[in-house]
């Protein structure tokens, strides 16, 4: 079992600054990625950026240049640096780890990021 607990959402003004946290906690030993999803009113949940437990990152194209993922195995915390912001960014984001060897994953709980223009 793993839990994620999201943080770090709130509301920011077009071209701002957010950084969101993943706080993975139990199992962390069995994630093979984690990833950070969007979902905004009436959209289909759409992923923004992830990350291996290698390091290696992607992005959408939609953020590339302007958001960043990274990690600290230490505090087994996942974060997404959003910068240039943009009303188009406003939605929950939820994070989501991809288990080895497993067709399991565990979401967090959502944090919402609203961005005014």
């Known amino acids: 079992q793993v839990q994620l607990v999201e943080s770090g959402g709130g509301l920011v003004q077009a071209g701002g600054s957010l950084r969101l946290s993943c706080a993975a906690s139990?199992?962390?030993?069995?994630?093979?990625?984690i990833g950070w999803y969007r979902q905004a009113p009436g959209k289909q949940r759409e992923l923004v950026a992830g990350?291996?437990?290698?390091?290696?990152?992607n992005y959408a194209d939609s953020v590339k240049g302007r958001f960043t993922v990274s990690r600290d195995n230490a505090k087994n915390t996942v974060y997404l640096q959003m910068n240039s912001l943009k009303p188009e960014d406003t939605a929950v984001y939820y994070c989501?780890?991809?288990?080895?060897?497993?067709?399991?994953?565990?979401w967090g709980q959502g944090t919402q990021v609203t961005v005014t223009s």
């Open positions: 989501r780890a991809d288990i080895r060897d497993s067709a399991s994953d565990y």
């Open positions: 990350i291996s437990s290698g390091g290696i990152t």
């Open positions: 139990g199992s962390t030993f069995s994630i093979n990625a």
